[in-house]
């Protein structure tokens, strides 16, 4: 069974960047696709950033031209290079992975809080 993980978490101020991972149980290979969602309060779970098995890649709009994905499949890892951080990124920020065996299955990672502020 697949699980993930996220780290890298934490606070920065606006302006700053910071590196969040998420490693999975096992390799990645046959993920179909790895994102990045987040979860503000009182708002709903957003999609940040999502890489497929082929490395086709989708952000937000919000996120365009700030944020990166990224993955290392020797690692069993994907990354998210946050920069030019805004307070309104401030949110809990959630690993998924997406792969079918006669259907869709889903894991998620338990979450890392990221908080920019001054």
């Known amino acids: 069974q697949l699980q993930v993980v996220e780290s890298g978490g934490g606070s920065a101020q606006p302006g700053g960047s910071l590196r969040l991972s998420c490693t999975a149980s096992?390799?990645?290979?046959?993920?179909?696709?790895m994102g990045w969602y987040r979860q503000a309060p009182g708002k709903q779970r957003e999609l940040v950033a999502r890489?497929?098995?082929?490395?086709?890649?989708n952000y937000a709009d919000s996120v365009k031209g700030r944020f990166t994905i990224s993955r290392d499949n020797a690692k069993n890892a994907v990354y998210l290079q946050m920069n030019s951080l805004r307070p309104e990124d401030t949110a809990v920020y959630y690993c998924?992975?997406?792969?079918?065996?006669?259907?869709?299955?889903?894991?998620w990672g338990q979450g890392t809080q990221v908080t920019v502020s001054s």
């Open positions: 998924n992975a997406e792969w079918r065996i006669i259907r869709v299955r889903s894991a």
């Open positions: 096992r390799s990645i290979l046959s993920i179909d696709g």
């Open positions: 890489i497929t098995h082929n490395n086709n890649t």
